[in-house]
C-alpha cells in the first residue's frame, strides 16, 4: 500500500467516529443472485483489473460485479435524485465531507476528472453528506473554483450508512466504479489522485474507451 493509502485508511478511521459507528468490511464476492445479474460487467472488470496500479493501486477491482444499492441523495437544485436517474453512464461515486482532510485534497482532482472525461458516457457523482453549516461546502468549492462538478449531498448523511449496512466501507473518503447498469465494478477506501493518466486509464476501460 502507498503512503498516500495508508493515510487515507488513517483518516478514513477518523471519519468513523466523526459519523458515529464502527467498521464494517467490504466482502469482494458479495451475495450470489446480485453478481448473477452482473455477469456482463465481468469482462469489464477483468479488462480494468490491470490497471489499477500506480497512482489508483489501492483500487479493489470486483472479480464478481455486484448491484450498487440504490442511493439517494439531492441533486444540484436541490431536490431527491439516486444513482438509477444515471442509469447508461459509468459513473465514479465519490462521497466527501468538509471535515474529512484526504475527502478535500482529492476534490481537485475529481473535478479535473469530470472536466476531462465527464460526458454523456461517464460523470464523477461527488455527493457531500455534511450534516451540519450545510452553506460550508458549497462555499468550500466555490473558493477553490471547483466548478465542474454537480452539487450532490445527502445532509442526513444516509448514503454512507447504505454502503455501510451493504458491507462495503470503513470509512472516508470513498469511491466507487458503477458501471452504466448500476453494477459496480470496483472500490476504493480513501483518496487518489484522479485526474492522473492511471486514473484516466482505468476509468477509460470502465467506460471501454
Do not use: H
Not at 17 to 24: E, I, S, T
Not at 189 to 206: E, H, N, R, V, Y
Amino acid at each position: 500500500m502507498t503512503s498516500r493509502s495508508k493515510m487515507g485508511a488513517a483518516f478514513g478511521v477518523l471519519a468513523l467516529v466523526a459519523l458515529g459507528g464502527g467498521a464494517a468490511f467490504y466482502s469482494v464476492a458479495g451475495d450470489a443472485g446480485n453478481s448473477a445479474s452482473c455477469r456482463a460487467a465481468k469482462a469489464t472488470a477483468a479488462r480494468m483489473a490491470p490497471l489499477a496500479r500506480g497512482e489508483v493501486a489501492a483500487v479493489q477491482v470486483n472479480a464478481a460485479p455486484m448491484r450498487t444499492p440504490e442511493l439517494a441523495f439531492n441533486g444540484p437544485d436541490g431536490t431527491p435524485t439516486s444513482l438509477s436517474a444515471f442509469k447508461g453512464r459509468t459513473l465514479l461515486v465519490n462521497l466527501w465531507a468538509t471535515w474529512c482532510p484526504p475527502c478535500l485534497k482529492e476534490m481537485p482532482a475529481l473535478d479535473a476528472l469530470q472536466g476531462a472525461l465527464g460526458g454523456k458516457d461517464f460523470a464523477v457523482v461527488a455527493i457531500n453528506i455534511d450534516t451540519r453549516n450545510l452553506d460550508k461546502p458549497k462555499a468550500w468549492l466555490a473558493e477553490r473554483k471547483i466548478t465542474a462538478l454537480p452539487y450532490y449531498a445527502d445532509p442526513q448523511a444516509k448514503v454512507f450508512q447504505d454502503l455501510r449496512a451493504a458491507r462495503k466501507i470503513e470509512g472516508m473518503p470513498v469511491s466507487l466504479i458503477v458501471d452504466a447498469e448500476g453494477c459496480e465494478l470496483a472500490i476504493l477506501q480513501g483518496p487518489a489522485d484522479w485526474a492522473s493518466t492511471d486514473a484516466k486509464a482505468l476509468i477509460g476501460a470502465a467506460i471501454k474507451r
